[in-house]
């Protein structure tokens, strides 16, 4: 069974700092997902990443994949109060076809 | 493009009633839909799968008497709680996978069950 781990599951930042989300995962998978949600919201999507050392930014938001060891990182550059926000990875998985999602790390960006 | 309807966006039922929740894709034709079921503070968890036209496939625990799931076409699938009770209430987000990237989910809004 296709387990994910995300760490930390909370993250207070202060602005203009940078911090790392880890996302490990433990079979192989095809493709992993980076999403952003706001409270009482759904998902937005922020990065698919489809081979091992895939990077891909937007912003101050980075994403990276390591497919040898199973883990992926969002890393936040210089955080801003914008950003706050709860962050998930989900990982694909071609058998079954479908996505398994970390528990979420909680951000919150401190002026 | 890709948008994904949930309707409605929040309901409150007694105890017992049954309550049905709609996703749609609005601009392209979804094979498969998710339901998804997310306690306040917790991850996203798979409820089931459907694909239009044929039965929809429940996660291990998720009881399908329960949580009905119809997938009549291919922009609109539909999540019944029948008799629904107060541990029910949760955060239902479907998503919907089709059109041309038939790899990527398209999440709904979201839709907020609370049960008295």
């Known amino acids: 069974e296709l387990k994910v781990e995300q760490n930390p599951l909370f993250l207070s930042m202060q602005e203009g700092k940078n911090y790392t989300i880890y996302c490990n995962y433990s079979t192989t998978s095809d493709r992993l997902y980076w999403y952003r949600q706001d409270p009482g919201k759904s998902l937005e999507s922020l990065f698919v990443l489809l081979s091992n050392g895939a990077v891909k930014q937007e912003g101050r938001l980075m994403a990276s994949l390591d497919t040898k060891a199973r883990l992926s990182t969002l890393h936040i550059t210089a955080a801003v109060h914008d950003l706050s926000a709860t962050y998930f990875c989900a990982v694909h998985k071609a058998a079954g076809n479908k996505l398994t999602f970390g528990g979420g790390t909680r951000v919150l960006v401190k002026p | 493009g890709a948008v994904v309807s949930q309707h409605p966006s929040w309901v409150i039922c007694k105890s017992g009633t049954s309550v049905k929740i709609e996703c749609r894709s609005l601009?392209?034709?979804?094979?498969?839909m998710f339901w998804y079921r997310q306690f306040p503070k917790q991850s996203l968890m798979l409820m089931a799968t459907s694909n239009e036209g044929s039965k929809a496939t429940y996660e291990q625990g998720v009881e399908k008497d329960k949580f009905l799931i119809n997938h009549a076409s291919l922009t609109l699938s539909t999540l019944t709680v029948t008799s629904a009770h107060p541990e029910d209430s949760s955060f239902y987000i479907c998503?919907?996978?089709?059109?041309?990237?038939?790899?990527?989910?398209?999440f709904g809004p979201g839709t907020r069950l609370t049960v008295l």
């Open positions: 601009d392209f034709q979804a094979t498969t």
């Open positions: 998503s919907a996978r089709g059109g041309i990237s038939t790899d990527t989910q398209y």
